[in-house]
């Protein structure tokens, strides 16, 4: 499909954090807030706000975890398979967005709280790719593919979702389970193959 030539890649571990609605949003944190920028991500869309939730999953509860903005039109929470362990919960894996049937969690703000009926989600792994990289490389959008990563932990991670946008950066997003089996802390690097 590539021919001979590797594309390299920047790989990122996406650690457990939410996406909030307006109406959640303010639910939690006021009338009228808004969010604060602590952080730019790669993806020149999104960014780690200064706030924090906490979560009720089950007998779980995870403590400040990061927002991440902006609003949505749903609430979100994304988790890794090693944090639903011994909650009595177990979300379904699925992409970004897709919500619809997964499992719910209690979310908790300064001034209020959430028990949301459904949101909570194991992010699929996904390749953001813009548009033009897409052409280039002739990565078709909603398709899969499959990166490898080598080093002290080689593997292959296989059923990559791909998403493109104009203003995507080509990037492969895991969770903190995956980046763990392949040895990357945050940051690191693979080929599409």
């Known amino acids: 499909m590539f021919g001979k030539k590797k594309i390299k890649v920047l790989v990122e571990v996406s650690a457990r ?61 994304e988790i890794s398979l090693t944090d639903a362990f011994g909650s009595g919960v177990m979300p379904p894996v699925r992409l970004s967005g897709n919500l619809q049937e997964s499992s719910g969690a209690v979310l908790v703000g300064p001034i209020g709280q959430i028990d949301l009926k459904e949101g909570l989600i194991i992010a699929q792994r996904h390749l953001h790719c813009s548009t033009e990289e897409a052409k280039k490389y002739k990565i078709k959008s909603g398709g899969i593919v499959s990166v490898k990563i080598e080093g002290a932990r080689p593997v292959i991670f296989e059923n990559v979702a791909v998403r493109t946008r104009d203003d995507y950066k080509l990037c492969l997003h895991l969770d903190t389970d995956e980046g763990n089996s392949a040895g990357i802390n945050k940051i690191g690097e693979g080929f599409i193959i």
């Open 17 to 77: 954090h939410c996406h909030l609605s307006k109406e959640d949003l303010e639910r939690l944190f006021g009338i009228g807030y808004t969010l604060g920028v602590a952080k730019q991500l790669s993806q020149p869309s999104d960014f780690a706000c200064k706030e924090t939730v906490d979560i009720i999953l089950g007998y779980k509860k995870f403590e400040k975890v990061r927002v991440v903005g902006p609003t949505r039109e749903q609430t979100q929470i």
